[in-house]
């Protein structure tokens, strides 16, 4: 299923490594802080909307396949 949602990524050396979804812009923005301080300076950590294929996983949250593209 294709879908906007937020997204919390994990950039290193300018390569998208990791992407979790998150429910609100609130939230992405509280665990971007968290991992910033427990990571090193080669790792950047970016909030944003993106459109991506979703799953639905059997307790009900979602989990993001694949981003498709960014806004």
Request: proline share 0%; charged share 30%; aromatic share 2%.
């Given at each position: 299923?294709?879908?906007?949602?937020?997204?919390?990524?994990?950039?290193?050396?300018?390569?998208?490594?990791?992407?979790?979804?998150?429910t609100?812009?609130?939230?992405?923005?509280?665990?971007?802080?968290?991992?910033?301080?427990?990571?090193?300076?080669?790792?950047?950590?970016?909030?944003?909307?993106?459109?991506?294929?979703?799953?639905?996983?059997?307790?009900?949250?979602?989990?993001?396949?694949?981003?498709?593209?960014s806004?």
């Open positions: 299923m294709i879908e906007t949602v937020i997204a919390l990524c994990m950039f290193m050396h300018g390569e998208l490594k990791e992407h979790k979804h998150q609100t812009i609130h939230e992405c923005l509280m665990k971007k802080r968290v991992a910033e301080r427990n990571s090193g300076d080669l790792i950047r950590y970016s909030c944003g909307e993106v459109k991506a294929d979703i799953k639905i996983n059997n307790d009900g949250t979602k989990s993001i396949k694949k981003i498709i593209n806004k």
